[in-house]
């Protein structure tokens, strides 16, 4: 669904409003972070994404363009995907 999404349609996405799912995202972000410290690396990929759907699914938070980054990299790097491993990270840009 993602890769069928425009930039504009990207941007012009509403915010996130409802409380329970912005503290969602915020608690997942957190979760990445503690999980990137002890060195669970599978995390690292499944958490962007779910922000993602989040985003797409409730609106755009604060924490959604870090999540196109990551994914983005993950894309380019892992996923042999330069061309729209690019697109995410300059559209969270």
Not at 19 to 41: D, H, R, W, Y
Not at 44 to 73: E, H, W
Request: glycine letters at 8%; hydrophobic letters at 50%.
């Amino acid at each position: 669904q993602l890769a069928t999404l425009s930039d504009d349609t990207l941007l012009n996405y509403p915010a996130m409003v409802i409380p329970s799912k912005i503290l969602a995202v915020e608690l997942l972000v957190k979760l990445q972070v503690s999980l990137a410290i002890i060195g669970e690396g599978a995390a690292m990929t499944i958490i962007p994404l779910k922000v993602i759907q989040m985003s797409l699914t409730y609106g755009m938070s604060s924490y959604s363009p870090s999540a196109f980054a990551q994914y983005g990299n993950y894309l380019a790097l892992i996923g042999d995907d330069f061309g729209e491993g690019c697109r995410y990270v300059k559209f969270a840009l």
